[in-house]
């Protein structure tokens, strides 16, 4: 029954805004600590992209910061190298630098942005698969417990069985003292049943 594939809908994960399993603190607490192969191999994938997903944007702010202050060198240079008619060779070739690097980076940036781009759909497929795995882990363990909570029920039905009979036993062992003490106390008396019950009824 848990062996063949879970038919969840892809549009599940949108519609009802299902979390990054990993990072949802109720699934880590019953599912975080599982030894099935299935959860362990999905979730490695989910983290590995979303630490990507997290580099990746680390590095794109810092080349857009250092684009950025490429730019404010070129313009400082162009500046320079306008209104300075003796401005020297080094900030023309190191103006030449500066717009070398901004198109590699802009390279970068472009690449960096498309993977970015592409990693959502990545993300959300892996904690699909996640959701699958826990799906039929949890399922398993449900019906698991399902089965020892039957047995555990039963064994309660049992006690409870147990249980009555001695109250009632116990009820009718109160009685027959209660009927005996009171027939003797009819006949003897209260004084004398006091003596009885010091010399008969005292524990030895």
Not at 12 to 29: A, E, F, R
Not at 83 to 103: G, P, T, Y
Not at 156 to 178: S, W
């Amino acid at each position: 029954m848990f062996e063949k594939d879970i038919d969840i809908d892809y549009g599940l994960i949108i519609k009802n805004k299902v979390p990054i399993l990993t990072m949802d603190n109720d699934w880590k607490k019953i599912f975080g600590n599982s030894k099935n192969k299935d959860i362990n191999n999905y979730k490695n994938i989910l983290n590995d992209l979303i630490k990507e997903q997290r580099e990746l944007s680390r590095k794109l702010v810092q080349l857009k910061t250092k684009k950025k202050r490429l730019m404010a060198m070129i313009l400082n240079l162009s500046h320079e190298i306008n209104n300075n008619s003796n401005s020297n060779s080094r900030a023309v070739e190191k103006l030449d630098e500066c717009q070398s690097e901004i198109l590699t980076i802009n390279e970068e940036i472009e690449t960096y942005t498309f993977k970015l781009e592409m990693l959502p759909k990545e993300i959300r497929t892996a904690n699909l698969n996640l959701l699958k795995a826990t799906i039929k882990v949890a399922y398993k363990d449900i019906k698991s417990t399902q089965k020892e909570l039957k047995i555990l029920n039963n064994q309660i039905d049992e006690l409870r069985e147990k249980l009555k009979n001695l109250i009632e036993t116990k009820h009718e062992k109160e009685e027959t003292i209660n009927k005996t003490y009171s027939f003797l106390h009819g006949i003897l008396g209260s004084k004398e049943m006091e003596r009885l019950d010091a010399e008969l009824l005292q524990s030895k």
